[in-house]
């Protein structure tokens, strides 16, 4: 059985990786980044991708999906940015 | 002496916290929140608020201080986008 505390951490993966959604379909729709800071997210992505090995040490399934997905989402979105200007 | 991977973890805080401090400023200068999208930054707050439990689950200082942070930042950036529509 899942642990509690797992779960919870699921939900918040779930939460602030899915708030990356919108975000990149926008983007992607309106083919325009105008209003979106390069270095807030490349700042982002650093941080995330350091998260991530941190949350393969502490052996933390939740922090592992979370920051992969969000990983690959805010790369996404930088890929657009360098893209669209 | 502080181990390696709580520095990595607490790199990764410093990263994913101050990307917001940008978005912060920008819409308290422009007094306009116009592209930011409410439900995102709920949807955020809430993953943040979980993920601050699931921190303190693990007893990860890192997790702690960039969530607290955090939480208050997109706290802020609702408030923002409440205010100034």
Redo the contacts between chains.
Sequence with gaps: MIDK?EL??L??????????V??VY?TWKTKSAG?I?L???I??F???V??L??GI??N?F?MIVANSITAILTLIIIGFKVRYK
Tied chains: 1, 2.
Excluded: C, D, E, R
């Design positions: 505390f919870l951490g939900v918040a993966a779930f939460l602030t990786t899915s708030a990356y919108p975000q926008k209003n800071s270095t807030m997210y700042s982002m650093v941080g995330i350091l998260w090995i941190y040490h502490l933390s939740a």
